[in-house]
Each structure stands twice: as structure tokens, then as C-alpha cells.
């Protein structure tokens, strides 16, 4: 629930006000699982909650689609690009190691290492 003054009140599952995912930020392709999940669940987007059927279960912490997404898309959350799919991903699939190629193994470093 969103209260007035802005914080927000995370009701437990099977509450009128629970959601069972969030997406952290807006224009983000995927919502993060609050808990493991499976089935039709709740999303967080910004001031509204939606459903969105699962196509797989997703473990607690990890990332599912938004939107269906092609192959070489650069996925976003946390409002910035984390990496891009290997492969194309329909709305409600796991999105993790098996279809993401992780932006942050393939960057350069931006500082040198501190001298040992």
C-alpha cells in the first residue's frame, strides 16, 4: 500500500495490498521476485500493481520479463542497462545467467587497481 506521505507498506501474500514482485525502476524491462514465485502473480509499477502469468518459476531475488524482449536486447533495471539477451524472452520468463550476457563481465575496468 502507498501510504500519503510516500513510504510504502509491503502486506504479506494472499493480502488485498501484497505484491509479489517489483519493478525498481520506470522504463526497467524486468520486476525482481520478493519471494520465490510461480503462477499468476502481483507486480509493483510504480503506483500500480498488475498481473502477469509466469511461464517458469522464478526463485527469490531473480529477475523475470516485463515485456517479451528480442534476441540482443539491452535489458535495463535499476533504471540502467545490465547486459543484453542471448536469446529472445516472452513476458513472465526467468531472465538470468541462461539469456543475459552480464554487461559488468564484459566492461573494462574505470579506475586502475591501488598499487600493492
Known amino acids: 500500500m502507498l501510504h500519503a506521505h510516500g513510504g510504502i507498506s ?3 501474500p494472499g493480502t488485498a495490498t ?3 514482485a517489483v519493478r525498481i525502476a520506470a522504463g526497467d524491462d524486468v520486476a525482481v521476485a520478493l519471494r520465490d ?3 499468476t502473480v502481483r507486480v509493483r509499477l510504480g503506483n500500480r500493481i498488475e498481473e502477469i502469468g509466469l ?3 522464478i526463485p527469490f531475488g531473480h529477475k523475470f520479463a516485463l515485456l517479451d524482449l528480442p534476441a540482443d536486447h539491452e535489458v535495463r533495471k535499476y533504471g540502467a542497462p545490465i547486459g543484453r539477451l542471448t536469446r529472445a524472452v516472452l513476458v513472465g520468463q526467468h531472465v538470468h545467467v ?7 563481465a564484459t566492461e573494462a575496468p574505470t579506475q586502475a587497481s591501488p598499487p600493492r
Open 98 to 104: 541462461h539469456n543475459l550476457r552480464s554487461q559488468r
Open 10 to 12: 509491503l502486506s504479506g
Open 55 to 57: 511461464r517458469e518459476p
Open 37 to 39: 514465485l510461480s503462477g
Open 18 to 20: 501484497a505484491w509479489d
